[in-house]
């Protein structure tokens, strides 16, 4: 199975701050590209997700902003908030066919107020 | 729309045990999964079947097994619980082989 690599494994942020999480892949074949969130005693669930035919795609103060070439992606909050303290997961498939998701290691982020 | 759902939520059990965890998806899902979830390992996939009557091997099969007799439903069993198995486990679901997974709430499993 093909390897999504992600870090930090760990990041502290102030309210207000940046996040910025970073994930690369190896199969040039995949074609989704989504981040799942995290919320302490629950079950991962989809927060954005991108498709190769863009290079960035925004969602209130998260964007997604991809690097084909570089065969990286990577996860941007804007204005962070306590709220946002959560696990990431990175993840990519083939998706019509082919591969299932893999998902990267997780990246337990904190906002402090 | 349930979603997918996992019993029990919490388990307890001695080493040697056995015991069934059970998922149910309510989206007419082709594909389910189950994985474990450990601090700083990410999630590993355990098993997987792609339809109804189909299971296969993931990540981490070992000590472990699995039944899909119906699409809504699939089992994970633990045939003789190790303390290695402690862990949380996620259970989820797609509607295509690469597409969005949909999971559970967990399973919070303690060997002891």
């Known amino acids: 199975q093909q390897q999504v690599k992600q870090s930090p494994q760990s990041l502290i942020v102030q309210k207000g701050g940046i996040s910025i999480i970073n994930c690369a892949y190896e199969n040039t074949a995949f074609d989704y590209f989504p981040w799942y969130q995290q919320f302490p005693g629950k079950g991962p669930a989809l927060l954005i997700a991108i498709r190769p035919d863009v290079s960035e795609k925004k969602e209130g103060r998260f964007t997604i902003s991809f690097n084909k070439s570089a065969k990286q992606f990577s996860l941007h909050i804007m204005d962070s908030q306590p709220g946002d303290s959560a696990t990431y997961f990175c993840a990519a498939s083939k998706e019509t066919s082919g591969s299932r998701l893999t998902f990267g290691e997780g990246t337990q982020l904190t906002v402090n107020p | 729309n349930a979603g997918v759902t996992q019993t029990p939520k919490f388990r307890v059990l001695k080493t040697g045990q056995s015991m069934t965890l059970l998922c149910a998806q309510d989206?007419?899902?082709?594909?389910m999964y189950w994985y474990r979830q450990d601090p700083g390992m990410g999630l590993r996939l355990i098993h997987y079947?792609?339809?109804?009557?189909?299971?296969a091997k993931g990540e981490v099969p070992d000590g472990y097994n699995v039944s899909r007799l119906k699409k809504q439903n699939f089992l994970l069993g633990l045939e003789s619980a190790a303390p290695s198995q402690t862990s949380v486990y996620f259970c989820?679901?797609?509607?295509?082989?690469?597409?969005?997974?949909?999971f559970g709430p967990g399973t919070r499993l303690t060997v002891l």
């Open positions: 989206m007419n899902h082709e594909y």
């Open positions: 079947s792609v339809g109804e009557g189909t299971t």
């Open positions: 989820a679901s797609s509607y295509r082989w690469g597409g969005e997974q949909f």
